[in-house]
């Protein structure tokens, strides 16, 4: 079987404003083969627990690890595509997350949230906070079941140097505040780099203070696309990643912290994800190498494209019933593991 390796303009669309998130996560490339080898999904596991839409290309911010805002070419499918698309995802999904670039830079989005919302999705949404504020915000919060933001420093000179974005903390903090005020579950990703890596504890600290925070996601730096010009400056091993992470873990819940805290790692991620990038492009992450394309909306409709996907919905349910474990439980579970 033929495969074409995506270039790294292409696999811009596999970025957000969390490179930290799921589809950042990795740094390979990404094959654009219509897979036909993927096997069909027996009929009670066809559902998909969460999809994840990059809706558009276009940020507001210019993070030196991120070459999406580089991109001279911005990429989203049309509201009426939009539309018809999250109709789809209604009938295959329970979660869809709205992702970018930054997803509020869409004009269309209120509408795109209300829709998915009155479809009975669960939604979520992940912003690197610059427009979270005022109408916007009043207007979007009521259908939001879950927000995504991005903490990368215990303080402004620390967040901010990471983001390459004076003023980025006090955003986030703002953006924080607001999400927990409203009572809406915020899920922070911080991106473990060699910037932050002595600055974790003082983030748990900060989460601490709000009680909407459900969770706190660490990711490991990796270079993706031309974000691998900084690679030096960001880069730690694997290694390094997973012991500061599981010392966190430890350290958060020794301080009776409420939020849990998950480190994703690759195979996590396998067999478990579903993207779709700002052109339509439909991912998944086979249970062995790099993510796959199945196809691509509105070309091929969402159901099809489903079919083929790589998912197993009891692995996704089990990875998160495992995050959402209490923190003795967790402790428990631990122990059993490594006993
Ligand atoms: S916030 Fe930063 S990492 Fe996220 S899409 Fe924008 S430039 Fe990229």
């Known amino acids: 079987m033929k495969t074409k390796s995506f270039s790294k303009q292409s696999s811009a669309f596999m970025s957000s404003h969390t490179t930290c998130a799921p589809a950042h996560s990795h740094t390979r490339r990404f094959s654009s083969t219509f897979d036909k080898t993927a096997p069909s999904l027996p009929t009670h596991n066809r559902r998909i627990k969460k999809i994840h839409w990059n809706v558009l290309t276009a940020c507001n911010m210019s993070c030196s690890f991120c070459y999406l805002w580089r991109y001279p070419k911005q990429f989203a499918l049309s509201t009426n595509h939009g539309r018809q698309l999250i109709k789809e995802i209604s009938r295959q999904a329970d979660w869809i997350t709205f992702g970018g670039g930054d997803p509020l830079m869409r004009p269309d989005l209120p509408e795109l949230v209300a829709l998915a919302k009155n479809l009975g999705l669960k939604v979520d949404l992940q912003t690197n906070g610059l427009l979270l504020k005022g109408h916007l915000f009043e207007t979007i919060a009521?259908?939001?079941?879950?927000?995504?933001?991005?903490?990368?420093?215990?303080?402004?000179?620390?967040?901010?140097?990471?983001?390459?974005?004076?003023g980025n903390f006090d955003?986030?903090?703002?953006?924080?505040?607001?999400?927990?005020?409203?009572?809406?579950?915020?899920?922070?990703?911080?991106?473990?780099?060699?910037?932050?890596?002595?600055?974790?504890?003082?983030?748990?600290?900060?989460?601490?203070?709000?009680?909407?925070?459900?969770?706190?996601?660490?990711?490991?730096?990796?270079?993706?696309?031309?974000?691998?010009?900084?690679?030096?400056?960001?880069?730690?091993?694997?290694?390094?990643?997973?012991?500061?992470?599981?010392?966190?873990?430890?350290?958060?819940?020794?301080?009776?912290?409420?939020?849990?805290?998950?480190?994703?790692?690759?195979?996590?991620?396998?067999?478990?994800?579903?993207?779709i990038t700002p052109d339509g492009r439909i991912y998944a992450h086979p249970s062995q190498g790099d993510y796959q394309c199945t196809g691509k909306f509105p070309e091929m409709s969402l159901s099809d494209l489903l079919v083929k996907l790589p998912y197993d919905r009891k692995k996704r349910d089990l990875r998160d019933s495992f995050t959402s474990l209490s923190k003795t439980s967790r402790a428990n579970y631990a122990r059993t593991a490594s006993e």
């Open 171 to 275: 955003q986030v903090q703002a953006a924080l505040h607001l999400c927990d005020q409203a009572k809406i579950p915020i899920v922070v990703r911080t991106m473990v780099c060699k910037l932050n890596l002595s600055r974790l504890s003082g983030i748990s600290t900060i989460l601490a203070r709000y009680k909407s925070v459900l969770k706190w996601s660490l990711r490991q730096f990796v270079p993706l696309g031309r974000g691998a010009d900084h690679a030096s400056e960001y880069s730690i091993s694997k290694s390094v990643f997973v012991k500061e992470s599981t010392r966190l873990q430890n350290e958060c819940s020794s301080n009776f912290f409420t939020f849990n805290v998950s480190i994703v790692s690759k195979d996590e991620m396998q067999q478990c994800y579903c993207l």
């Open 142 to 166: 009521p259908n939001l079941d879950r927000i995504g933001l991005s903490l990368d420093g215990d303080e402004a000179t620390c967040h901010d140097m990471v983001r390459s974005y004076p």
